[in-house]
């Protein structure tokens, strides 16, 4: 098992670059989840580290060596592709233990590896049938028992769920959770576009926007202390509510004035010199209750979606901005069509100047400028 330091990695296809200025270190034991949008970089990032993309700027180290010239074979990864590749002629016992055979490894060693890997993902008693026998999750249990086998250094995961049927992801995200807690020492890198996985499944995610790193952090730093707008709006399902306005009060706590007519004040304390300065208040959609008093937003309900355990209202803000959404508990489906005004716990109301948190305002960030989403 080993640990990973990237230093300033750059990935670039003649002058189009695509990666730049990734700094990272990730320790032995951690689980590692990429997020981003579609075209940030993420399973490049992958596959620089797995050594099938060359990198063209900084270092990439495992275990304290620099592996940036060393071939895919001698850098003790094993990968996990999205496609299961496995070889539709050979048992699931075959299959796993393929790699081990062309490395002449004995036969005692290679049946004690496929019967460890086996018992790990529950396919012992699968190991005599050919892929066309199993089904999709269990074809991607034997793609991860092929690289189990191998003892690597690094487990590296590009989007193993994303040909999964939604039971089927449910259930194989679980199982490598589960495979993860089996196997706590190992160093696990997974990419996803779905941040349910990487909410669930990380020990810390990195957002990745822009050819850069937007933030790393735990599911819930990521969640509760977003940095910037993109992070606020990336991570939660609906995204984070951007509400324009202007300090008024600062001190310990910051009061805004939105521009809506509402009135917000957050626990982010602020500086006599923020009197006045712009910002996004930003309430995640299951932050908002209904207001008796002040409020931050009210307007007209114009959808409703009805969840069961929570109840989705849809509003439709003048101008060009993204609806404002609040997700309240219970059935509302009467409140269609009318006024509702909305509040939030102070510690629950975030503040950007400039895309960035006011939060990290003494912490300059080594980041990407993201802009508004």
């Known amino acids: 098992m080993a640990d990973l330091n990237l230093t300033d990695i750059a990935k670039a296809y003649g002058d189009v670059e695509v990666l730049r200025d990734i700094d990272l270190k990730i320790e032995q034991g951690e689980l590692i989840v990429f997020v981003g949008p579609s075209g940030c970089g993420k399973s490049t990032l992958l596959r620089m580290i797995a050594g099938l993309e060359r990198i063209t700027g900084g270092d990439l180290e495992i275990d ?28 699931v016992r075959d299959n796993m233990a393929f790699a081990l055979k062309i490395a002449k490894m004995s036969q005692s060693e290679i049946d004690e590896r496929v019967d460890r890997a086996a018992k790990i993902l529950q ?18 249990r034997v793609a991860i028992g092929r690289a189990i086998v191998r003892d690597p250094k690094v487990y590296l995961f590009d989007e193993p769920l994303s040909n999964l049927d939604a039971a089927l992801r449910v259930a194989t995200r679980i199982e490598i959770a589960q495979l993860k807690e089996a196997m706590p020492e190992s160093t696990m890198i997974y990419v996803t576009h779905d941040q349910v996985e990487a909410m669930t499944l990380a020990s810390r995610i990195v957002v990745l926007a822009g050819g850069g790193i937007a933030q790393v952090g735990t599911p819930l730093e990521l ?47 602020s500086q006599p010199g923020d009197k006045n300065k712009a910002v996004n208040v930003g309430v995640r959609p299951e932050d908002f209750v209904e207001a008796q008093g002040e409020f931050i937003y009210k307007g007209k ?69 993201v802009g508004t989403h």
């Open 64 to 91: 304290g060596v620099r592996v940036n010239d060393i071939p895919p074979s001698e850098r003790g990864i094993a990968m996990v592709f999205q496609s299961y590749a496995l070889y539709p002629h050979m048992t």
């Open 123 to 140: 396919l012992h008693n699968l190991l005599d049938r050919l892929p066309k026998a199993l089904s999709g999750g269990q074809r991607q």
């Open 223 to 269: 969640y509760e202390r977003p940095e910037n707008e993109f992070v606020a709006q990336f991570i939660g399902s609906p995204a984070m509510n951007l509400l324009p306005g202007r300090i008024t009060g600062t001190g310990e706590t910051t009061t805004v004035a939105l521009d809506g007519g509402g009135t917000a004040v957050s626990t982010i304390p």
């Open 301 to 369: 309900v114009e959808i409703t979606e009805a969840l069961g355990e929570v109840t989705l209202l849809y509003f439709a803000p003048e101008g060009e901005r993204d609806p404002v959404i609040a997700k309240l508990p219970g059935v509302h489906a009467d409140v269609k069509r009318r006024e509702v005004a909305l509040t939030a716990d102070p510690s629950k109301v975030h503040l950007f100047h400039n895309t960035q948190s006011l939060l990290y305002r003494d912490q300059p960030i080594k980041k990407i400028a």
